[in-house]
């Protein structure tokens, strides 16, 4: 008998060490529904609640020269640069990702600015999301982004390996040619942008992941040129196994 309590003991403890993590959602989300070209800045109105713990922005901007933005801001507030990844050719195009963690929570702007207008003369606009239960002090689980430079292309695809578990993979996508592009569809993925600028396409979707895996993220398209960039969000850990409970079972310190 007790031997058995013993194991029943163990087991309990073992089960409380696991840690327990907080599931990815969003709170909210905007398109910009402006079609914006040859501007130097972007400027999108975004109320923030207070479930909000990431804000995030996929900013898609294609020109006749090179380059993603020059800075993105939130509430006057500089934004983190994460994933940026640009596809060149006779035409410019880029697809970035900028986030501001624990952000205001008021209404205020997102501003993205950009070096010279024809970085954005055929066409920029973003996808504003917000999250809850996400890990602020480590956020990106990890990231990544493909181009595809040539005319033959048919998929705008890239596969990340996520390293935590129940992280969330968000894509941000630019395509020259202002013609169709259809998610491809997998377990849980929700499409947010999909929509023309004036002479490109911005795309954004997101969806959850389980282990940590190989998760692809694609697009198909009619023939051309463009660039996914794609970030997995690491979740929060709500609990662990130092817990007054255990503490006072004698199971011992953290």
Same mark, same amino acid.
């Given at each position: ?7 029943? #003991?163990?087991? %309990? ?12 959602? &969003? ?14 800045? +972007? ?11 990431? #804000? #995030? ?16 801001? !939130?509430?006057?507030?500089?934004? @983190?640069? =994460? ?10 195009? @880029? ?5 501001? &963690? ?19 003369? %055929? ?5 504003? $999301? ?16 493909? =181009? ?9 695809? +890239? ?9 969330? #993979?968000?894509?941000? &996508? ?31 979707? !997101? ?32 609990? =662990?196994?130092?817990?007054?409970? %255990?503490? %006072? $079972? ?5």
């Amino acid at each position: 008998m007790k031997a058995a309590s013993s194991i029943l #003991l163990a087991f %309990l403890i073992w089960s409380l060490a696991i840690p327990s993590w907080a599931l990815i959602a &969003v709170s909210a989300a905007k398109v910009d529904s402006t079609t914006t070209s040859s501007v130097t800045s +972007h400027t999108t109105a975004v109320t923030v609640d207070a479930t909000t713990k990431v #804000l #995030l922005v996929c900013v898609s901007n294609s020109g006749t020269t090179a380059g993603g933005p020059s800075g993105v801001t !939130y509430d006057g507030s500089a934004m @983190t640069a =994460s994933q940026s990844t640009a596809w060149t050719t006779a035409d410019e195009g @880029t697809a970035s990702f900028w986030y501001t &963690v624990n952000p205001a929570v008021t209404t205020a702007n997102v501003v993205v600015s950009w070096s010279a207008s024809t970085k954005t003369n %055929l066409g920029t606009g973003n996808t504003i $999301m917000q999250y809850s239960g996400v890990d602020t002090a480590a956020l990106i689980d990890a990231q990544g982004g493909s =181009s595809f430079n040539t005319g033959g292309a048919t998929t705008i695809t +890239h596969t990340t390996t996520t390293v935590a578990d129940n992280a969330w #993979l968000v894509d941000c &996508v630019n395509k020259r040619v202002n013609s169709a592009i259809t998610m491809v569809v997998q377990d849980g993925r929700t499409g947010v942008t999909n929509r023309s600028l004036s002479n490109s396409v911005a795309a954004s979707s !997101y969806r959850s992941a389980g282990a940590p895996n190989n998760y692809t993220m694609d697009w198909t398209l009619s023939a051309n040129r463009g660039a996914i960039s794609v970030v997995s969000l690491k979740p929060s850990v709500e609990s =662990s196994a130092c817990n007054g409970s %255990l503490m %006072l $079972m004698g199971a011992g310190g953290c």
